[in-house]
């Protein structure tokens, strides 16, 4: 099982950024990673992913522009940069990974087999 730990949440104005981190126990080139967030009170959503095979991305409408998802395969590291915050980016933010082996990433919280506790991002307006 992989483990996974974000970080770099916090409090944030409208317009402004954050840089969360998501830092996995182990290799994880063989792994499609997505970041996915809950708000109060609605269900989890699938923010963005990023494929294992050719590092290709995938973002949801409200975010594209937005944010931007990477991965350091050497460090066992997928970041998430988020600028131009709004407060409906309120919510706590999860890493996920799938062992996809060259398939590409989807934004669909039942293909991951192993998340991190979350980090929170609150917006303040």
């Known amino acids: 099982q992989l483990q996974l730990v974000e970080s770099g949440g916090g409090l944030a104005q409208s317009g402004g950024s954050l840089r969360l981190s998501c830092v996995a126990s182990?290799?994880?080139?063989?792994?499609?990673i997505g970041w996915f967030r809950e708000a109060p009170g609605k269900g989890l959503e699938g923010v963005s992913c990023?494929?294992?095979?050719?590092?290709?991305?995938d973002y949801t409408e409200s975010v594209k522009g937005r944010f931007t998802i990477s991965r350091d395969n050497a460090k066992n590291t997928v970041y998430l940069q988020m600028n131009n915050l709004k407060p409906e980016d309120t919510a706590r933010y999860y890493c996920?990974?799938?062992?996809?082996?060259?398939?590409?990433?989807?934004?669909?919280?039942?293909?991951?087999?192993?998340w991190g506790q979350g980090t929170q991002v609150t917006v303040s307006s």
């Open positions: 996920a990974a799938d062992l996809a082996e060259n398939m590409l990433c989807v934004r669909d919280l039942n293909e991951y087999e192993d």
């Open positions: 182990r290799f994880i080139a063989n792994y499609n």
């Open positions: 990023i494929s294992d095979s050719d590092g290709s991305t």
